[in-house]
């Protein structure tokens, strides 16, 4: 209390010791003077309650005793004191509860962090404002042994082996990945169980695929055309469009303007994707499969040879196997982080972008930049160039009589399309089938380059140039021809 307002005479409530949890303990004491400078001497009345032995802060009394304390120690008048302390223990009490009741907010939390529960709710929110090594390391550890229970992997399965699985998205995560339906069933609407379908997919493709099985690669490798889709597309635009906002730029890998003739879907899938690294099973034969091929014995996926996705768009389908489909989808387990990124998205409406998710995207990227760094492959290939350059100002339903002035031999026929031909449609077909040549060998290194053809060159010479130029490109660039000279209706 202030030392104006205290009366000499009067009794009053003194502070003996002050508690954590529970209202401070007093002494009734009265004032026998006010001595200045914050002090004053009182009696004490009643010692009231004894402080803790040695507790820190207590200042014990005896009854009568005469002290002199300083002021701010006596708290109220002594009629007051019963209704203060009552407040302070209210106050106290409903703070103890609060506390209690985060504490135990906070247990539940932890306790529910690796139930997997296919009918959990989509969270709002993945994202973890902290995350403490050693105990993300514990908690992905006991993931291994869900992800054991939750596909009845059976007793020979070890959680180290499915380690590499469960690594780079947050751990919450993985635990709702795990939550789906190991027999590919879909989960109620908004669960989690219905939202990670696709990634919980990958991952066990990925497992299988990394298993061998007496030098044969497993399982089958998903193709990307049949994996994404429009709201994959849309999910790369909004991660564009967040960076710009920004002031920043995510490029990507360079992908080639495609011909028409190459599927509709795929190329529409080609700016965001065709950079995509395909794995292709080990063959000496002429058809492209995958890994996991029953027709081939093949290196896992990730040891096998790989191609961009753009490329294979360009052999479809004639050089791809029946069985299989052809090369499929190599960085699964990357992949499947970046699904699981899109689906969460869409499922929230298409709204905003954790970190988390766009992590997804660019873990891709990296992946795709890594393999290309084993190959030594640059960012722009021969092919890439080759592939640029024909397919702008393509001939389209021309193309069929240039090509068959240059291909014609005396087995395939082409010499009566030929005479079909009035002279003017000949010299028209003799013109587009030299720039075309002239195009295909400017996109040459010099060190590969042809003189240039002269304007007059005849059918002879251009049969000659054309059948230099495809046995050289023959394992370089895939249907030369349909490049060349598109050859509309082709198969």
């Not at 000499?8 to 009734?28: D, I, M």
């Not at 014995?297 to 389908?317: G, N, T, Y």
């Not at 002035?405 to 005396?410: D, E, L, Q």
């Amino acid at each position: 209390m202030k030392q104006a307002d205290l009366l000499v005479g009067n009794e009053y409530a003194f502070q003996t010791y002050k508690s954590y949890n529970a209202a401070p303990l007093a002494a009734r004491v009265r004032i026998v003077s006010v001595d200045g400078r914050g002090k004053a001497t009182v009696r004490v009345v009643d010692p009231g309650k004894k402080p803790p032995k040695n507790a820190w802060g207590a200042r014990p009394v005896k009854r009568n005793e005469q002290v002199q304390v300083a002021t701010r120690d006596i708290v109220c008048p002594w009629d007051e004191w019963a209704d203060r302390a009552a407040s302070i223990d209210a106050d106290l009490a409903a703070r103890a509860a609060k506390q209690r009741e985060w504490w135990d907010d906070i247990e539940r939390q932890q306790a529910d962090r690796l139930v997997v529960n296919p009918e959990r709710a989509l969270p709002e929110e993945y994202d973890e404002e902290h995350v403490y090594a050693e105990t993300d390391a514990d908690e992905r550890a006991a993931l291994g042994k869900e992800y054991i229970k939750a596909r009845g992997l059976g007793i020979y399965a070890t959680p180290d082996k499915l380690t590499p699985l469960l690594v780079d998205l947050p751990v919450l995560v993985l635990r709702d990945i795990l939550a789906t339906n190991p027999h590919r069933r879909i989960g109620s609407a908004d669960t989690v169980a219905a939202t990670f379908m696709r990634s919980a997919e990958l991952l066990e493709q990925a497992r299988v695929a990394a298993m061998d099985r007496h030098g044969h690669a497993s399982g089958d490798i998903p193709q990307p055309d049949r994996l994404l889709g429009e709201a994959d597309i849309a999910f790369v635009d909004a991660i564009h469009e967040n960076i710009a906002v920004s002031g920043g730029e995510l490029l990507l890998p360079p992908v080639p303007a495609l011909p028409d003739w190459v599927d509709e879907h795929e190329r529409s899938m080609a700016p965001s994707f065709g950079w995509l690294r395909l794995a292709v099973g080990d063959t000496s034969g002429e058809r492209l499969h995958s890994p996991g091929c029953r027709s081939v014995r093949s290196r896992h996926v990730l040891e096998a040879d790989h191609m961009p996705w753009w490329l294979l768009m360009l052999e479809k389908p004639q050089r791809l196997c029946g069985r299989c489909d052809g090369p499929g989808v190599r960085d699964l387990v990357p992949m499947a982080g970046f699904v699981a990124a899109v689906d969460v998205w869409h499922a929230r409406g298409r709204d905003r972008i954790e970190r988390w998710q766009q992590a997804t995207f660019q873990r891709l990227l990296s992946t795709a930049a890594a393999a290309r760094t084993q190959m030594l492959e640059p960012d722009i290939t021969l092919t890439w160039r080759i592939v640029a350059a024909l397919t702008d100002n393509a001939p389209g339903e021309n193309g069929w009589a240039a090509y068959a002035a240059v291909a014609a031999t005396r087995w395939n026929r082409f010499d009566e399309e030929l005479g079909k031909l009035t002279p003017p449609e000949l010299e028209a077909a003799r013109v587009v089938a030299r720039d075309r040549l002239t195009t295909l060998a400017e996109a040459l290194p010099s060190s590969q380059r042809p003189l240039p053809l002269p304007q007059a060159a005849d059918l002879n010479v251009l049969r000659q140039r054309y059948t230099h130029l495809k046995k050289l490109l023959q394992d370089t660039v895939p249907q030369l021809d349909r490049l060349l000279f598109t050859l509309p209706g082709a198969i």
